[in-house]
């Protein structure tokens, strides 16, 4: 079961970023009406709505380098909590930016996942 589950965080994290890096506005697939961002502090709610906050970022290409996932089963049925930690390169900036990032992935009934919750920070400092 856990080796189950970290397969499932871990395939789901390289889906999720390199949607993101390279088709961003093809994450709405990912989310549901119910699905609820909260990005760097703003509650963000509904797939459309959090797919319009993540096609509005003001960077159009960036390159996530992910330092590590941590996965573990929740209480919903199936469900999972994702915990992703890293950096995230934007063109023509010397620096990377730390980030944290959450997810609660939630199974549908055609048997794949759907993010419930995503909470995203960047880590400062």
Known sequence: MEEQVEMVGRAFVDHYYLLFDSDRASLSSLYQPTSMLSFEGQKIFGADDISSKLNQLPFDQCKHLISTIDSQPSS???????????????????????????????????GSFFVQNDIFRLNYG
């Open 76 to 110: 919903i049925t199936g469900g999972i909590v994702v915990f992703v930690s890293g950096s995230l390169q934007l063109p023509g900036e010397e620096h990377h930016l730390r980030f944290s990032q959450m997810f609660h992935l939630i199974p549908t009934p055609q």
